[in-house]
């Protein structure tokens, strides 16, 4: 059962967070699906939650700009708007700073990580109670429309998650402008609540995410993480100077082995991914090998992380 938590009973949501539970959390956008966003198991649970294809990178949700600094390098423009638009519906896209603790598995895998300060109230208190980032998702399963009411995250969620926190509905209703500042030219990923002309008056002429000047357009096309190693799917048997990417019980004879989950159960699988795909990508092993993992449930989308990676393509 989800529960249905109060403004008064925030303790218990943040309390839960901290456990790795999912809640789910109003912001000034729209409900967001809330997690730890340094616990790749609890960002394995939003994916399965959400019931998602496919990894795509989450936002990361903290309360003000010194929190998001521990996270991602941030230059003068992105002090500058932060300044301007924090607390606010613009996300911003950043390099992951080398200490990062933000889980691989929300920016699926990429070298940078999408950053927001929500401005409601509640999303505040929640952030602070909590003392971690939070990595939230619209509060919706895939392909659905975004949530604006908690009554609307029960009818999507509900059995699904630990809890709601309800907060009335949202004042802005469509999600925040995602603007990427990885790159010395910014672009427009996502319009939303924030209008462009208002980031164009500070960054002066943002490219579009479908411009050939632009050099991709994510939510469409996101460059994901992919080894240098070849890798070699539904692998049944292994050779001596290959790496395995074992998933239950494994095979025998490998240089080394990663196990994504030892009990085959996919939410864990999908937590440990990124990290074991970079563990064995190392010059020493001719391949990685893969042991065949369902295609159910969360087990789709490993495999549609793992196809890729094998086209030796990052897209
Ligand atoms: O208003 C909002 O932004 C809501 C509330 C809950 O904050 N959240 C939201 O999250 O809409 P989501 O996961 O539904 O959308 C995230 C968007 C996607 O378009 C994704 O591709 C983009 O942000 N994104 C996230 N991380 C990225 C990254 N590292 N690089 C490029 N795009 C990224
Ligand atoms: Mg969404």
């Known amino acids: 059962m989800t529960e249905r938590l109060s403004a008064a009973q925030l303790d218990r949501a943040a309390s839960l967070l901290r456990d790795g539970a999912l809640v789910a959390f109003p912001t000034e956008t729209v409900y967001g699906l809330g997690g730890d ?63 990062s603790p933000i889980s691989r598995l929300a920016s699926a895998g990429l070298e940078t990580v999408a950053l927001r300060a929500p401005a409601h109230p509640l999303a505040q208190a929640l952030l602070r109670a909590v003392g971690r980032p939070l990595a939230a998702p619209s509060a919706n399963r895939s392909g659905h429309v975004s949530p604006t009411t908690a009554d609307h995250v029960l009818d999507e969620l509900g059995g699904r998650i630990a809890a709601v926190l309800g907060g009335g509905a949202c004042r802005v209703g469509i999600e925040s402008t ?82 994504l989950s030892p009990t085959r159960d996919l939410t864990e699988a999908a937590a440990n991914l990124f990290a074991a795909l970079r563990t064995l990508d190392q010059p020493r092993f001719a391949t990685i090998a893969v042991m065949p993992i369902p295609e159910t449930g969360l087990g789709a989308a490993i495999n549609d992380r793992l196809r890729r990676a094998a086209r030796g393509r990052a897209n």
């Open 178 to 259: 995602v603007v990427d500042l990885s790159r010395p030219q910014a672009t427009l990923l996502r319009p939303g609540g924030v209008p462009r002309e208002q980031l164009e008056s500070v960054l002066g002429r943002l490219a579009d995410a479908g411009d050939t000047a632009a050099p991709r357009s994510p939510g469409m096309l996101e460059r994901h993480y992919a080894p240098a190693r070849p890798l070699r799917l539904d692998a049944t048997s292994v050779a001596p100077d290959e790496a395995l990417l074992a998933f239950g019980a494994p095979l025998p004879g490998a240089a080394a082995t990663v196990n």
């Open 37 to 99: 966003a340094t616990s790749d198991r609890a960002v394995a649970t939003i994916f399965a939650a959400k019931g998602r294809p496919s990894f795509n990178p989450l936002i990361v949700h903290v309360a003000d700009l010194a929190a998001a600094e521990a996270l991602a390098d941030f230059d003068g423009r992105a002090r500058d708007l932060a300044r301007r638009f924090w607390p606010g519906p613009l996300t911003f896209v950043l390099k992951r700073s080398a200490a």
